[in-house]
């Protein structure tokens, strides 16, 4: 069973940075994207940014230009450069993984714990 341990987050003011890691215990062919998603307060989770194992990005209109999601395939881990953050940045963010690379959170399998980051004055 693949395991997702997130890590990275903390509180931050706005127009800070954070950066969040999302180390997978395996990545086999089965599971081609990791995906990271965000629970806001009050909201429903939605998805941020997700990339497939061949480099493809995709990104929530919500954070295209201030996030980005790299990977590095030797270690099984993700990330998500977060820049210029905003209140409204404030979350748990979620990784998960997927067979194919898409913000529809229906088709991740498997999830991490959460970590929670938060931006406030």
């Known amino acids: 069973q693949v395991q997702l341990v997130e890590s990275g987050g903390g509180l931050v003011q706005p127009g800070g940075s954070l950066r969040l890691s999302c180390e997978a215990s395996?990545?086999?062919?089965?599971?081609?994207?990791t995906g990271w998603f965000r629970q806001v307060p009050g909201k429903e989770r939605e998805g941020v940014s997700c990339i497939s194992s061949d480099g493809v990005t995709y990104y929530a209109d919500s954070v295209k230009g201030r996030f980005k999601i790299s990977s590095d395939n030797a270690k099984n881990t993700a990330y998500l450069q977060m820049n210029n953050l905003k209140l409204e940045d404030t979350a748990v963010y979620y990784c998960?993984?997927?067979?194919?690379?898409?913000?529809?959170?229906?088709?991740?399998?498997?999830w991490g714990q959460g970590t929670q980051v938060t931006v406030s004055s």
């Open positions: 395996e990545f086999t062919f089965d599971y081609h994207a």
């Open positions: 998960a993984a997927a067979q194919w690379a898409t913000l529809d959170q229906r088709v991740y399998d498997y």
